[in-house]
Structures are given as C-alpha cells and as structure tokens.
C-alpha cells in the first residue's frame, strides 16, 4: 500500500467510518489542499467521504479555520431546520474523532479532517449550462441571507488581509524586488498589464474603507467548484470549502463566482482571443444571487457587485503572479509555467470586464 493511501485510512480509522474500504480518489480542482473521495462499502451499498489534508503553509492557524468552520455550518444548519426542512444535504457534515475533535494530526503528514460527500451531489469547474450558473448564483446569494446575522466577531481571521487587494498589489511589488526565482524579465508586460488595472481593482476595498461598502460574513472563494448541485435535477444543494469565510464585502463574493463562472475558459487558458466575460453567463449568475439576496444589499453594495468582478479577477491574477515569481509556493501547479498563465488570463478577463463594465451594471440594475 501506498504511502498516500495508508495516511488516508489511518485518517478514516480515528474519525471512526465504518464499512469496508474500497478505494480512493484524488480530487485536483483545489489549489490548496489535498483532497481525496474515498469509498467504503456499508449495509449493501457504496458510502463516500471527503478526506482533506489542510495546507498549514496557506492555513497557519488550522484549528481556528476548523472552528470557524464548524460554528457556520451549526448555524445555517439551525437555519434550515427552523424552516422544518432536512438540512442533509444542504450543508457540510464534518466527522469528529473519538475526542470529539473535527481534525486530527498525522505525525509524518500533519492536519487532516473528513466530511461525508452529500448523496447523489456533482460540482463543475467550468460549465456553459446557464441553468446551472443561475443555481450557483442563488447558492451563494442564499449564504449570504443564512449568514446575514451571524455575530461577525466570533470568527477568526484565518488569512489576515485576505482580498486587501491594496495589499495584494504591494505584495507583487515584493516579490517583483525579491526576484526570487529570477522570472521577473520575462513578465514585464504582465505587470505592465496589471499596474494599468491597479486604480480600478482597489475601488472596492477603497469604498469599503471610506465606510460606504459595510462588512458581511462572506464566504471568500465562490468558484464554480465551491457549490455542489443535485446530480438529477441541477438545483444546488450546499456551499463547500468554508475555509475562507471571514468578514468581507458582498462584491468580493459575487465578483469572485463571475470571474470563475462568468468567463468563456479555464482559470488557465493560453490562448487568450478566447478569454472574455460571457455576458449570458454574468446575467445567469447575477439573477440568481440577486433574487436569492433579496432586498438585503443597500443601494451602495448592489453598485459595487459588477465592481466586485474587476477587483477579484485583478486580485486573483495579481496573487498567481506574485507566486509565479516567488516560485509557485502557495498555488498548486500542475505544469511549470501555469501560475503564469493563469495570471495572463485573468489579466486579459479583468481587461475585457473593464470594456464590459458598463453594461454588466445595467445587468445587476434590471434585478
Ligand atoms: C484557491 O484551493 P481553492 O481552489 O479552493 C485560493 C482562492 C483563489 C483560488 C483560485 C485559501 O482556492 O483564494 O481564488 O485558489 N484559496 C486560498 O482558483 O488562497
Ligand atoms: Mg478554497
């Protein structure tokens, strides 16, 4: 047995699953942790568990991103109920140890957790379906009113600064001077690129500065990836990866599912005439969160969404390009040059929301 594979089901035995072990999965489209789908056979029939070993270089403090974790999936549990639906399939259930603890420490791998996978769900990284980015938009508007009163002060800060896009700029400009994998010569012309966007890209944070934009809990990484929809029917059924909920702004949310739901390709796409903002999409989307969002957003906060989409689009591609010159240290790379891809295409994205921009505001206005 592999070494992977005798970690995972040292895991699975200390957070006590029954059943049979069968196999396991690995799950790529996550840049950060390690995430595994692994079977076991119980009562006749097949029971999968999502299995994560937590990035602890990203996640410095994992157990507060485990409290965290823990305290919201309680409450939006508590939501549903009280409106006498089962909430089984509509939020994460994470598995506890014997200790009664929602993680446990591997001596030669670190910090690792479990959840069981939620029946009959499937995700997309990318999808053309309108139907579904419409589903997507109103999973992460639904968050949002689930969360809407949620005591903000009890949640830790698990990445401090996390879209101070003010500060992701100044970030590059460090790795630009550390230089440290000797790349900076051949990506002038993207940070050329990115600097044109800087003024645009810090609005938001800028507005939430000045007071006009307020504080929410959001979930802080609304990738396409991060709602799991019913495989029958396409309605969605849960937000996953709750490891970035923290205080932010509701544009970072929306502006962050358009970037990834919105776009015509991949986060990595190399052949940038096809990368643009799919209008038909954005409109999917924004009907969806809107209407699910309801009447919760002041009159500021629905300005700022289509915003929201340049900032996060700019910030994201800012972030893969200070790891391309850092060395890729925080975003797993699947190839040698794809934090730099990635960094192009976002760049051509945020450019062609720029030109976009107008009408992508008409768009939220008409919901
Ligand atoms: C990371 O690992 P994943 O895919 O959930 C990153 C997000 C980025 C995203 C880009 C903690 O999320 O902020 O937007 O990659 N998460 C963290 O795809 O940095
Ligand atoms: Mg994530």
Same mark, same amino acid.
């Given at each position: 047995m592999q070494q992977e594979e005798s970690q995972i089901l040292e895991v699975c035995r200390r957070f006590g699953l029954k059943g049979e072990y069968k196999y396991y999965e690995v799950i790529n489209s996550g840049h950060i942790n390690s995430t595994y789908k692994v079977f076991f056979f119980r009562d006749g029939e097949m029971k999968d568990y999502i299995v994560q070993r937590v990035n602890t270089y990203v996640f410095q403090n994992p157990l507060d991103v485990m409290e965290n974790i823990a305290q919201v999936t309680e409450y939006i549990r508590a939501k549903?109920? $009280?409106? /006498? &639906?089962t909430a089984k399939r509509s939020v994460l259930h994470y598995a506890t140890t014997e200790n009664g603890d929602y993680y446990t420490v591997l001596d030669d791998s670190g910090f690792w957790r479990c959840c069981r996978y939620?029946?009959?769900? %499937?995700? !997309?990284?990318?999808?053309?379906?309108?139907?579904?980015?419409?589903e997507s938009g109103k999973a992460f508007g639904k968050f949002q009113t689930?969360? $809407?009163d949620f005591p903000v002060k009890n949640l830790h800060i698990v990445i401090p600064h996390f879209h101070n896009t003010i500060k992701r700029y100044g970030a590059l400009q460090e790795a630009m001077e550390r230089n440290a994998a000797g790349r900076l010569d051949e990506v002038q012309d993207v940070i050329a690129g990115y600097k044109a966007m800087? &003024?645009? &890209?810090?609005?938001?944070?800028?507005?939430q500065r000045a007071g006009v934009l307020?504080? =929410? %809990?959001?979930h802080n990484d609304t990738k396409t990836s991060n709602v799991l929809f019913d495989a029958k029917t396409g309605e969605y059924l849960a937000v996953?990866?709750?490891?970035?909920v923290m205080p932010g702004l509701v544009a970072f949310d929306f502006g962050d599912a358009i970037r990834v739901a919105a776009s015509t390709v991949d986060e990595d796409e190399k052949d940038l005439s096809k990368v643009a903002l799919d209008l038909e999409k954005?409109? &999917? !989307?924004? #009907? /969806? !969160? %809107? =209407?699910a969002i309801g009447d919760m957003l002041s009159k500021d906060e629905k300005n700022s969404l289509a915003l929201g989409a340049i900032a996060m689009t700019t910030e994201c591609g800012v972030r893969f390009l200070t790891d391309y010159l850092d060395g890729d240290k925080y975003f797993r790379i699947h190839y040698p040059d794809q934090n730099l891809a #990635? $960094?192009?295409?976002?760049l051509a994205l945020a450019q062609d929301m720029e030109r976009k921009l107008v009408k992508m505001q008409e768009i939220v206005g008409k919901y």
């Open positions: 549903i109920k $009280a409106t /006498g &639906a939620i029946d009959d769900s %499937v995700s !997309f990284t990318q999808t053309d379906d309108l139907k579904i980015i419409e689930y969360l $809407a800087e &003024a645009l &890209a810090i609005k938001p944070y800028q507005l307020p504080l =929410r %809990v959001t996953i990866d709750l490891d970035t954005y409109e &999917a !989307f924004t #009907r /969806g !969160f %809107v =209407r #990635r $960094a192009k295409c976002h």
